[in-house]
């Protein structure tokens, strides 16, 4: 009787919070937490209810975990590394669950989602890892640690209790268990089943050969995620730390509902002294250098260069044989005008596809960059390596290498093939060519090959920019200036607003050219690194866009004193 009076005091409580919910106007901020924080509210008054039910067969389990994984993964799109991401889960998972009570077919799966910081599981063996979540591990043992928890869910029948309480709670039959929604095994069990998963999951990692100081290391870093919580403190000092609002109010959720991560190093800690577990080196994290790459190209697109390339370097030292990284390497080098560094990050990737058009274009233009006398001969060297058929673009490249060392023959031959192919990337590489010789030096030519480039491929917006470019070094400053506004194409604003910047400011009309080197610097900052204009522009335009610079600064300077 006293526990039905309980029952009916909590449901009584419910009813009253819900009417009062509904005649007080609460404003808060909409946020994945809000779902989190209902299960994990709800879930606590759930292990104080006297829920009375016979525990499912393994069997039932085991078909309501299959048919809810199957509904998840119906609509789930797997990316380009996320096979090999889960066949990494499931080795390491493999090692550990022949050390849990139960023999259950345990599976494990790879959710990317970079917002998920957290790992859960299903009735019967399912087992699910966040991308958000993995990325912060650099070792093995840490995702044996976390694991080996989610496996202790399943294995001490917390996700089975879960999914009988939800039937109890919704008054649904046994077979419509498949209908719960996900989010209600994402969310966090009772502190004593929590504790429990930590202890038991530990100790299977440990038995599996790992160390315990992967537990540790993994609370140690929700540690600090909860302190960065606490104080709202959601803008990172770099991307490897950085984490996005969404990701941090699905944290508010996670440790709403689980212990403190303090309390939960101490209690591995204590384990770690009274089992006497001796220290045992980590083993890498395998697929570490997926998320380091990530982590690179977020960098990349912020502009942040330097971190880019230090991040695309640890995740080319982690695993060579790969290629994202280290085009990501090259392209960080290159926007620092690190142009030798950028050419030798491009030659290693050509020698393992030289057939890849752009990345041969890269190397020809980073080449150029570094050493103009020597490029053609660098080019060269590394041509005569390529076994089989040549790229088709190599000999425009060479050509236009050869014509900026001084030597003009092997582009004029060029131009007559281009005149006279039909193919149909016979004006990209006249356009190309044209390129080169702005190189080079002589614009009439340039202009000339550009603009018939353009009227046969008018969709191109890089060469209507090209275009600009040799406009304003034949002094044609309105006609670039409308040509690299043509809204007809689309793409590259940083380069259009530059290409407006020089034009206005040969044409002495500072005002319009400032406030479109502003455009160009803000979305383009390799504008502002001199060596990086220099290497790839005309001697105007590096003086021009010095002067810009130079010019903005004294108009600072001068509102700065007016206002004192």
């Known amino acids: 009787m006293t526990r039905w009076i309980a029952f009916a005091g909590v449901v009584l409580l419910g009813i009253a919070a819900t009417v009062w ?64 991401i889960e066949r990494y889960l499931t080795d390491v998972g493999a090692k550990l669950s022949p050390h849990a009570h139960r023999a259950l ?27 958000g979540l993995l990325s912060m591990m650099d070792s093995e043992d840490e995702l044996a640690a976390v694991l080996g928890h989610e496996i202790e869910h399943i294995d001490h029948y917390h996700c089975a209790d879960r999914a009988q309480q939800e039937r109890a709670l919704r008054r649904i039959p046994l077979g419509g268990l498949v209908a719960i929604p996900m989010v209600v095994f994402e969310a966090g069990y009772s502190k004593d089943q929590e504790l429990e998963a930590d202890r038991e999951g530990t100790r299977l990692a440990v038995e599996a050969g790992y160390s ?29 730390q950085e984490l996005s ?32 577990w001796q220290a045992r080196p980590e083993r890498d994290l395998s697929v570490a250098y997926i998320f380091w790459a990530a982590r690179a190209k977020s960098a ?46 491009y030659r290693g990737l050509l020698e393992r596809d030289p057939k890849k058009l752009d990345i041969v274009q890269s190397y020809a233009i980073a080449l150029a960059a570094d050493d103009r006398r020597g490029a053609a001969g660098e080019f060269r060297k590394w041509l005569g390596s ?6 088709r673009n190599a000999a425009v490249e060479l050509a236009g290498l050869s014509l900026i060392a001084g030597d003009s023959e092997p582009a004029r031959r060029f131009e007559v093939e281009l005149r006279g192919n039909a193919d149909e990337w016979a004006p990209d590489y006249l356009g190309e060519l044209g390129w080169w010789y702005y190189m080079a030096g002589d614009y009439p030519r340039a202009a000339q090959l550009l ?59 500072p005002d319009p050219a400032l406030n479109n080197y502003d455009l160009a610097t803000s979305g383009q900052p390799e504008w502002g690194n001199s060596k990086w204009v220099w290497g790839l522009y005309s001697p105007l335009v590096a003086r021009s866009v010095e002067e810009m610079k130079a010019e903005q600064e004294r108009r600072k300077k001068q509102r700065t004193a007016e206002k004192r």
């Open 105 to 131: 077919p345990y599976k494990f799966h790879y959710v990317r989602d970079e917002g998920m910081i957290n790992a859960f599981a299903l009735p019967g063996g399912h087992v699910y890892v966040g991308a």
């Open 245 to 276: 609002n969404v990701a941090m109010q699905t944290l508010e959720g996670y440790f709403r509902s689980h212990p403190l991560p303090s309390e939960r190093v101490a209690q591995i800690q204590k384990m770690i002294a009274t089992e006497n």
């Open 451 to 509: 603009n018939d480039a353009v009227q046969q491929r008018p969709g191109d917006v890089k060469l209507w920019v090209r275009s600009a470019w040799t406009q304003i070094e034949i002094q044609r400053y309105s006609d670039a200036i409308q040509t690299a506004s043509n809204g007809y194409v689309q793409g590259l604003p940083s380069e259009k607003a530059m290409a407006q910047a020089v034009a206005y400011w040969q044409a002495k009309e």
């Open 212 to 240: 315990a100081s992967g537990a540790i290391r993994m609370f140690e870093t929700f540690d600090r995620l909860y302190q960065r919580y606490r104080v709202n403190q959601t803008r990172a000092a770099s991307p490897q």
């Open 386 to 391: 390529v076994a089989g058929q040549r790229p």
């Open 300 to 345: 990349l697109e912020a502009k942040k260069y330097a971190e880019a390339e230090q991040m695309a370097a640890r995740s080319v030292r982690m695993h060579a044989d790969q290629t994202a990284a280290q085009e990501l390497q090259a392209e960080a080098q290159f926007a620092q005008a690190k142009f030798g560094d950028s050419a030798a990050s």
């Open 21 to 84: 919910s509904e005649r007080s106007k609460v404003d808060v901020e909409a946020s994945p937490a809000a779902m989190l924080y209902l299960v994990a509210d709800t879930e606590q008054e759930l292990t104080r209810l006297p829920v009375h039910f016979t525990r499912m067969s393994d069997a039932e389990e085991i078909r309501i975990g299959d048919e809810i994984a199957m509904m998840y993964r119906s609509g789930y799109v797997e990316g380009q590394n996320d096979s090999e």
